[in-house]
């Protein structure tokens, strides 16, 4: 199994060279059995590589300590679904893993356009192979996951404790899939650069791929916060740190990407800055690989300093540097159809909209490369905190919030007063309302009092723009409400998919600012049998338990928790100490409510029974949860193809309610 793995790679390396060639050669010579031998190595790699990826599993699952990697990240004594996971528990295998899923994905696009997108295929190969081929570099001559040892060790080090975890037998792989799918847009996009076809027939492809990328990328995301909300026990979900910035990076290029789309799809508009923001969003999926794998950078979830980085920094420039090249080559032919009329306009707020994003995305790749640069030039490594990306981000979230909101209700090419008299009045009654409803329930700070306006704003537009869409088909084919309602959904799942989406954004931004602004945490020290209280909670320490278990030393402790001198529930915050990794760890215990988290963590502990106890009350966190849900359902919905209009004729004039919908 050591030698079939390592001669995959060994043979992906070799077919994605020659299918480069084949792919370049075909498509400047118009010769399509060379195209068709290029795209059946896309295929071709993907079994090598599918067979490599089985070795390594085998390998794992069957403790094959030879093996340097498996000794490295499996034991006798872990469970064999982390020993599958271990897969992706270090550098070598994840980087495999990386171009497992690129070739799984490239095999799709493969098939998908074997009969279309014809003049786009030979270069969307070549890229691809060469993506893959960069990776097969890697794991053959720098990172090899099949390298042996001269000695076989009795046994394994191990899953590091912290990756033990159900949230990274599924984190890791879904936000692959989410990097690896931002090299099909780049791919098809430079495809259409390359060959001249720069029609727009190809975009829907673009966006649909785009699209996925970007559900598995928030998808990912999520889990990744809901890891270190529940595991490492500090109270919080985000802390700004490099490589969680690293995969929301591209995620916020892909939205910006989403939205300015439309514009050229619709206007044939924008048509060089979609390009370049296909260009970016794979290029910042690709840094995010390499300041994870290099160790270049202080993370809980990054690895140990390697090798690798001076491949990705090469990688980078030459791709970027190709990208470019295309980009300003073909510049002339890429000009806009259509102007721009005014700035109050959709076309205009899409374009801010798109602004907003890329400013976020600078201030956050900033702060997260500052401590490389710093360490370069001065030798001291200046780290950024999250006070300052809360601070720059803060008011441009606002902004990107209220724009949310803005965007369906202006008019293409040019809005009126009417228009916004109209579309405006009553969410912004909403909005005022919500800010009403806030000062009541006790809300005094300013931020925190605009953002949840700002959230009622922007909820009551889309069930407006939900409410105007029914009854204006209505108009057009008379039936009950909800039966328009569910037909209007169905036949344009893109736009009203988009509102779906836009309602999670409002849950997640109230969520953020509720745990935010309204946390308290305490530390409390106690003996056993003494009560301690937070905000609405009475807690009383019952007592300490200590157990061993075969790879680890356990303590928890016995919290009861009361609510208005009622038992409400009982908590088991414990602390474990790992033996062979000789790593200790903590057990968060959280009682979550949608009012509010009560976050329980067992901080210390004497042998007398004396306890110290660091307790949060994070409120509205499960808003987040729920909104993230919300967003990943409404982009899985806009990616189902459209129903099919029935015949439905009008035998008078359109209103103006009818004729916006329609726009």
């Not at 008019?411 to 008299?421: I, L």
């Not at 409803?437 to 704003?457: E, N, Q, W």
């Not at 088991?572 to 100490?577: A, E, M, N």
Request: aromatic residues 14%; proline residues 4%.
């Amino acid at each position: 199994m050591i030698e079939l793995g390592h001669y995959c790679l060994i043979a992906s390396l070799v077919v994605c060279t020659f299918g480069m060639v084949a792919a370049i050669v075909g498509g400047v010579q118009k010769n399509l059995p060379l195209v068709r031998s290029a795209e059946n190595c896309l295929i071709t790699n993907f079994v090598f590589l599918g067979v490599a990826s089985l070795c390594l599993w085998y390998l794992l699952l069957t403790d094959e300590f030879l093996v340097e990697y498996v000794a490295s990240y499996s034991a006798t004594d872990i469970p064999a679904r982390f020993k599958f996971t271990a897969f992706w528990g270090g550098q070598k295998g994840s980087l495999l893993l990386w171009a497992l899923v690129l070739s799984f994905f490239s095999f799709l696009v493969t098939v998908q356009n074997r009969h279309r997108n014809r003049d786009l295929m030979p270069y969307t190969a070549a890229v691809l192979l060469g993506t893959i081929g960069f990776f097969m570099l890697l794991l053959n001559f720098a990172t090899n996951p099949f390298e042996t040892l001269n000695f076989i060790p009795e046994d394994g080090q191990g899953l590091n404790p912290l990756l033990q975890n159900y949230y990274m037998i599924i984190h890791p792989p879904v936000l692959f899939l989410g990097y690896v799918g931002l090299a099909i847009p780049f791919a098809l996009a430079m495809g259409a650069l390359i060959s001249g076809r720069l029609d727009t027939s190809w975009l829907p492809t673009v966006r649909r791929w785009t699209l996925v990328a970007w559900i598995f990328l928030l998808f990912g995301l999520t889990l990744g916060g809901m890891w270190a909300y529940e595991e490492l026990g500090w109270g919080g979900y985000w802390a700004w740190d490099p490589v969680e910035n690293a995969s929301f990076m591209p995620w916020l290029i892909a939205t910006a990407f989403l939205h300015s789309v439309m514009i050229t799809e619709k206007k044939g508009m924008l048509k060089i800055w979609n390009f370049v923001l296909i260009l970016l969003a794979f290029e910042l999926s690709i840094f995010g690989t390499f300041i994870t794998r290099s160790g270049v950078v202080s993370s809980v979830h990054s690895f140990a300093l390697s090798s690798v980085g001076p491949f990705f920094v090469t990688y980078l420039a030459l791709s970027t540097a190709l990208g470019l090249f295309w980009i300003v080559y073909r510049s002339k032919e890429l000009h806009s159809e259509k102007r721009m009329n005014s700035f109050l306009s959709r076309e205009a707020s899409f374009l801010l909209n798109n602004l907003l994003f890329l400013a976020i995305c600078f201030a956050i790749f900033w702060g997260t490369v500052f401590p490389i640069l710093s360490e370069w030039v001065t030798g001291e490594k200046i780290t950024v905190s999250m006070p300052f990306f809360n601070a720059v981000n803060l008011p441009l979230g606002l902004a990107l919030l209220i724009l949310t909101g803005v965007c369906p209700l202006i008019a293409w090419r040019k809005s009126s007063a009417k228009n916004f008299k109209r579309n405006f009045l009553t969410p912004l009654g909403a909005g005022f309302l919500s800010g009403v409803v806030a000062v009541a329930l006790g809300v005094r700070d300013l931020i925190p009092l605009v953002f949840f306006s700002a959230c009622g704003f922007v909820a009551m537009t889309m069930i407006y723009e939900f409410y105007k869409g029914a009854r204006a088909r209505q108009t057009i084919r008379p039936s009950g409400f909800l039966v328009a309602l569910m037909d209007l959904t169905l036949m344009n799942k893109r736009r009203y998919g988009g509102f779906i989406i836009h309602l999670g954004v409002v849950l997640v931004f109230a969520g953020i600012i509720g745990s935010s602004f309204f946390k308290s945490e305490q530390l409390f020290t106690v003996a056993e049998g003494e009560e301690f209280s937070i905000g609405d909670y009475t807690l009383k320490y019952e007592q300490l338990t200590f157990r061993k278990d075969p790879e680890k030393e356990v303590v928890f402790a016995h919290i009861a928790v009361f609510k208005g001198g009622k038992k409400i529930d009982d908590l088991y915050p414990q602390k474990d100490f790992h033996y062979k990794s000789e790593q200790p760890m903590t057990e968060v215990k959280i009682r979550s409510t949608l009012k509010e988290d009560l976050y329980l963590v067992l901080s210390g502990y004497e042998e007398g029974g004396e306890a110290t106890f660091h307790v949060f009350i994070n409120p509205l966190v499960r808003l987040i949860w729920y909104g993230i849900g919300i967003m990943v359902l409404g982009g899985m919905f806009v990616l189902i193809p459209n129903k099919k209009s029935g015949v439905a004729v009008a035998l008078k004039k359109p209103s103006q309610e009818v004729r916006d919908v329609a726009a």
